[in-house]
């Protein structure tokens, strides 16, 4: 796997097939999107990508109250390679970047510069400045786009937020589930 810091220098990637969070434990519901990911650009003859956000965005928005991160951006990065994932990309994520507009980050960065052809998103994915995008505008972007489903372990919705709360309360058990 390689590892791309922002959206200058990029290299050509083929037919890029992408998926883009903060992957902050990269979970079982992760881990379900980005095995999609990657069958996905298998299937156009092409290659993987994760986008991920360094800080959090909850610590650059100020939102960071008790956040304890599962994962340092190392870690996240040799999960992703172990599954198989071709490119890293770190968005370097500061306050200028979330003021830019779900219009602006499809077409400005997703578009322009990456030149993806498919996105893999999460049943609940929002983006860009105030969450203004979603599943239904990125059907209207000229992407194809994959909606994967809400996972589920033992009647538990899994993410990272739940995880982060059963570890909180000594629940060792349910977070490794998850």
Do not use: W
Request: aromatic content about 8%.
């Amino acid at each position: 796997m390689q590892t791309l810091f922002g959206f200058d220098s990029l290299p050509l990637i083929k037919h890029a097939v992408a998926t883009v969070g903060s992957y902050d434990g990269v979970h079982i519901g992760h881990k379900v999107l980005i095995e999609q990911v990657i069958r996905r650009a298998k299937l156009r003859g092409g290659e993987s990508v994760v986008l991920t956000f360094e800080p959090h965005p909850r610590i650059t928005l100020g939102q960071d109250e008790g956040l304890k991160l599962l994962t340092t951006a190392e870690e996240k990065g040799q999960i992703l390679e172990s599954l198989g994932v071709d490119y890293m990309l770190i968005i370097p994520f500061d306050r200028a970047f979330s003021r830019l507009t779900h219009e602006q980050f499809i077409s400005e960065y997703l578009i322009d510069k990456l030149h993806i052809e498919e996105l893999v998103v999460g049943y609940n994915h929002h983006f860009g400045h105030n969450k203004g995008g979603d599943y239904n505008f990125l059907t209207t972007q000229g992407l194809e786009v994959t909606r994967i489903d809400q996972q589920l372990v033992e009647n538990n919705k899994v993410s990272s937020t739940i995880i982060r709360s059963t570890i909180e309360r000594g629940d060792m058990c349910t977070a490794n589930q998850l």
